[in-house]
């Protein structure tokens, strides 16, 4: 079931070690600014609650896992302060979910888009259902996706990185973003995503929380600077998104 509240929705839930951070968006669960801070301090928290040893991330209803951004909130950007306040959302969450100090695992049900194509490259470790197509379409629209690329490179390397940025239009399905490192296994439907989802986190959750720890911390070697990066790229996504073509191409979306 999904959610109707304009703002979207988050909860987290723990148990057996496991914290689970569902999110929800009317609008194909995209992400206003209000929901990417929620998603951030809701990384924070469980990266700090010692009761917890893994993290699934996931999103509401059967369609789509992720449409990026929301459309209003790009749609009503009018100056540049707003412009990096927004993209800098996502440089938030990729960066708590680089911190956090346990394994995140991204339950991909369905399509991910822009955005939500960061979100499931910063994840440690990625299920997917045969369902679960990806795209970056926001050279279309006359910005790029310039935050989320250090996560999206880093996961599936700079030639499939460049594969979905130039041509924004097509959509890879899940077996090639498999093939590329994206997702570590594809499903034929939910239910069966699911019982890997449930298997796996709950092996994870009995491993030594001190050696996951430090996995996590090596795994992510190199990335400091993403903390001012990230925020760089926010900056160039927010000028883009005020040109006259963006504004142009995000009105014929919006009519």
């Known amino acids: 079931m999904s959610t109707t509240r304009s703002n979207g929705s988050l909860y987290t839930h723990i ?23 929620r998603l951030s301090k809701a990384f924070d928290q469980l990266s700090r609650d010692i009761s917890v040893q893994v993290i699934v991330l ?11 951004a929301s459309f209003d909130e790009l749609v009503a950007i009018s100056n540049l302060e707003e412009g990096k306040k927004f993209f800098s959302g996502f440089a938030n969450v990729i960066n708590a979910m680089r911190r956090c100090q346990k394994p995140i695992i991204g339950r991909i049900h369905g399509k991910a888009v822009g955005g939500g194509v960061g979100l499931a490259s910063a994840c440690d470790y990625c299920l997917a259902t045969e369902a679960a197509s990806i795209k970056l ?25 460049e594969s979905l940025a130039w041509d924004g ?15 570590a296994k594809v499903f034929e439907n939910i239910k069966e995503l699911d019982n890997e989802v449930d298997q796996f986190s709950e092996k994870l959750a009995s491993y030594n929380p001190e050696a996951i720890k430090q996995m996590k911390k090596a795994l992510w070697k190199g990335t400091d600077h993403w903390e001012e990066l990230l ?5 160039i996504s927010g000028e883009l998104v005020l040109s006259e073509f963006t504004k142009k191409a995000l009105n014929k979306f919006k009519n």
Do not use: D
């Open 15 to 37: 148990e057996n070690k496991i914290g689970t951070i569902e999110f929800g968006h009317p609008s194909s669960n995209s992400f206003p600014s209000e929901l990417l801070e």
């Open 137 to 161: 379409s926001e050279l279309t629209i006359g910005i790029g996706p310039f935050v989320i690329e250090p996560a999206v490179s880093r996961k599936i390397g700079l030639a499939a990185f």
């Open 231 to 235: 925020l760089e790229r926010a900056a």
């Open 58 to 68: 996931k999103s509401e209803g059967e369609k789509a896992f992720c449409a990026g």
């Open 169 to 183: 239009t097509q959509w890879k399905n899940a077996y090639w973003a498999k093939e590329k490192g994206l997702y």
